[in-house]
């Protein structure tokens, strides 16, 4: 396929600007940085990147490792393998176009702030279940520090945030303390994104 133009159906375009902060030529250079991914993968999809009709096969998809590991705005990040894990959820170890837009956009900084702080907390609720326990803070330091921490001083850290911020006195935080926690980080934004 090389450097051959490709195009979006009108359809699946204005689909896309509906669902994400991205304009058509943002989702066109998403698709792009897609495609190098694709490109890169030993195995390549078994789908083709082109459908019947000469437009582009948005199911087609890639190793979710392979996103992970050399899209640039992710490998060095210490969640890399949390944040493909949760936005591919159709095929356990690939990921296609469609879910790779919503990660991008989900990390724009055109995407509103509400929005960002509940992936975040998809991020931090590692084991899923709705609440963030002192069993996935435990996991979140552990991705986050190079050596890892003394469980006494891990549950001294969660003792503080479970007391400055669980309103609810609960065994976890709600997705409303994690919401009232950011609120208090002013640099969750800036911090929170990346541009493809």
Do not use: W
């Amino acid at each position: 396929m090389g450097s051959k133009q490709m195009k979006f159906e009108e359809e699946h375009i204005r689909e896309f600007e509906a669902a994400t902060p991205f304009n058509r030529s943002e989702i066109i250079h998403a698709f792009e940085r897609f495609r190098e991914i694709y490109n890169m993968s030993d195995a390549n999809s078994p789908t083709s990147l082109v459908n019947e009709s000469g437009y582009i096969n948005q199911e087609v998809s890639v190793p979710k490792k392979l996103v992970a590991e050399r899209l640039t705005e992710l490998k060095k990040n210490p969640f890399r393998y949390r944040i493909v894990d949760i936005f591919s959820r159709a095929d356990g170890e690939m990921m296609n176009f469609v879910e790779f837009l919503d990660m991008v956009s989900a990390f724009s900084p055109k995407n509103p702030l509400k929005h960002k702080i509940c992936y975040a907390f998809q991020l931090y609720d590692i084991d899923e279940d709705g609440i963030i326990s002192k069993e996935d803070l435990f996991a979140v330091m552990d991705i986050l520090m190079e050596s890892p921490l003394e469980d006494h001083k891990k549950d001294q850290i969660v003792a503080q945030v479970f007391k400055e911020v669980n309103k609810e006195n609960s065994d976890g935080l709600s997705v409303e303390d994690f919401h009232y926690a950011i609120s208090r980080a002013p640099d969750f934004s800036s911090t929170f994104r990346f541009r493809i």
